[in-house]
């Protein structure tokens, strides 16, 4: 044992310089692994030049693919970000731009993706000028070779062209390592990326033998080989003659230029044709098979390479829009990554390189159907809509309705269930006793036309009862979001591509959801100290949401019967929110225009939408209030 303790202690002096330099390792696992090759190049698992020279070089399906997705990632433009705020003109965008004399963006960004996809890695050497980047480089894979340091990761690497080695380490200006190494996942090394022609390998024998074999099959007059049967008494040819007829053969009859031509046979010789049964001809298939295996280890799909037989997209746009979100912009997304965290501490780093969606053709219709949504989801502002596109706030502000609020508008006074509230109209519009901070909402009732629903405009199919539960649905989500908003800032409401009323339900249930628990975890982290956001209140009785300091909320509107009662839209929207929180739907009889529901107090309600009123909801069972008589409606003034 202790022979061997020298030894070792012999391959790792560090390790006999004390406890210090073993808590300054980087990563123990990877120490040991790089143990027996400390400043020595590891070689790359596979040939290089085998991946380029029999994929790429010659083999179509390769060729294609690989020049397909590098092409259109390399025409992706980078945008430049500080945060959340773009940044329109800065160095680092114009090294991006021109990262050298005799290439273009698109050039670098090209050959950047071809060595990737090639060979599973990617090598960029940055030059610097009196401590500022200058020029970046590309460099070919197959002359790179990684040196690993003491600590187990790279330090280093060998650049090999021409028979001359140089080494490339160290930082080419302050924080910015000379050489970047992005590198494909690859399971089983450490320093090396895996290549998806690797895994493919098998399909492109197949597909370049079968390629060869149509080849021959062409040479030899376009048609399978046949027999020459000697059938003479004299018995067998003589190794003369045979060898003699078999160069006239070659010479005369084999080719494209001895197609068609007629064979002289003479003593005892016949001609016997062969033909390929249909199993010989699997080899057609074996071949399109193989084609589709490259393109799916490649990430692209078939039917944009013209393979027959695969008809899996509805059509050729899905199968491009396929291409670009699974194959082209994940590749672009990691290379501005890798770029920013290697070139941004040039400039004291915070800088982000993202790719601008907004350039890519090939996805404008799903832009277009995001803000399509997004024009419809009436309980987002203006801004919230930019936020959810991809897009900062308007310069400026003023995205969101604002808050109509008087100093002077009066309260419930003190003492009552409802004391402290705000009433009446105060503050140019306010809603009585349904303010909610003084912040207005959406309207909720009708919209433009007199008696025309908005939920009816946007959605002219919608049955009555999806029309009510969307209704519900999008006040609920327009408190939450507004309370959201004022007290967790860093809130985002989430986005939705749907075009069906169900699928509008669906999204404004989710913001609700998503409002409550971003509320819900800040009210937790504040307690013990601060003052959280406020917790969700629980239902009120009917008359506690609709009777106001002895008084029925709303007004009777002339030429109106007693049974009903003319609210604003603030009102109305609120009065939906308190009368369906903890509600749960009940059988309703056939013929209404809505849907009833069950409250906690044993009170049933109505919503319907009304011809000539809009959204519309009736008192069916009002319990023991003595203003509240069944029959009574409230609708809208808007």
Known sequence: MA???????????????????????????????AIEQLGQPVWAPRDYAAFAREGFMQNAIVYRSVRMIAEAAATIPLLLYEG?????????????AHPSLDHTSVDFFESWYGYLLVSGNAYVEAVGIDGQLRELHALRPDRMKVIPGADGWPEGYD????????????????GVRNVLHVRLFHPANDYYGMSPIEAAASAIDIHNQASKWNKALLDNSARPSGALVYASREGQLTDEQFQRLKEELEAGFQGAHGAGRPMLLEGGLDWRPLSLS???????????????????????????????????????????????????????????????????????????????LDAI??????????????????????????????????????????????????????????????????????????????VRVAQAGGAGARGRSSIRARYPEATPAQEVRLAIAEAHARAAAERARQEVPYWRPPT???????????????????????????????????????????????????????ALIGRRSRGAGDDVTTVSSQ????????????????????????????????????????????LTIDIVDSGQSPLLAPGLRFHSND
Not at 5 to 24: K, T
Not at 84 to 96: A, F, G, I, K
Not at 159 to 174: C, E, F, M, P, Q
Not at 314 to 342: C, D, F, G, I
């Open 159 to 174: 650049y090999t062209a021409g028979g001359r080695s140089i080494r490339l380490a160290g930082d080419v200006v302050d």
């Open 3 to 33: 022979r061997m303790r020298e030894a070792l202690a012999r391959l790792m002096p560090w390790r006999a310089q004390g406890s210090a330099h073993v808590e300054a390792k980087a990563s123990r696992a990877h120490r040991l692994v």
């Open 496 to 550: 939705s591509l749907t075009s069906t009323i169900e699928g509008e339900i669906a999204h404004a249930e989710a913001v609700a959801r998503s409002a409550e628990r971003a509320l819900a975890e800040a009210a937790s982290s504040t307690l013990g100290g601060g003052a959280g956001p406020r917790p969700m209140s629980e239902p009120r009785s009917l008359a506690e949401v609709c009777v106001v300091s002895g």
């Open 278 to 356: 249909p199993k010989d001809m699997d080899f057609v298939e074996a071949k399109n098979g193989a084609a589709r295996e490259i393109a799916l280890a490649l990430g692209v799909p078939p039917m944009l390479l013209g393979i027959p037989g695969d008809n899996t997209y509805s059509n050729y746009q899905e199968a491009s829009r396929s291409l670009w979100r699974q194959t082209v912009l994940p590749l672009v997304v990691r290379t501005a990554k890798a770029m920013s965290n290697w070139l941004g501490p040039a400039w004291g780093g915070g800088l982000e390189l993202r790719p601008d």
């Open 361 to 438: 053709e090939a996805l404008s219709s799903e832009r277009d159907q995001l803000w399509a949504r997004l024009e419809k989801a009436s309980f987002l502002d203006r801004d919230e809509k930019r936020w959810a596109a991809g897009y900062g706030a308007s310069a400026g502000g003023g995205g969101g309705l604002a808050a109509k609020y008087s100093p002077d508008q009066p309260r419930v006074p003190a003492g009552s269930s409802e004391g402290g509230r705000w009433k009446g109209d105060g503050g140019g519009g306010g809603a009585s006793g349904f303010d909610d901070g003084g």
């Open 84 to 96: 959340n705020r773009e940044v329109e003109t800065h160095p680092l965008l114009d090294l991006v």
């Open 571 to 614: 009102q109305f929207d609120q009065l939906l929110r308190e009368l369906s929180r903890g509600a749960t739907e009940r059988s309703t009889p056939s013929g209404y225009g809505g849907l009833w529901f069950q409250r906690a107090d044993g009170t049933v309600i109505g919503i319907r939408r009304s011809e000539q009123y809009g």
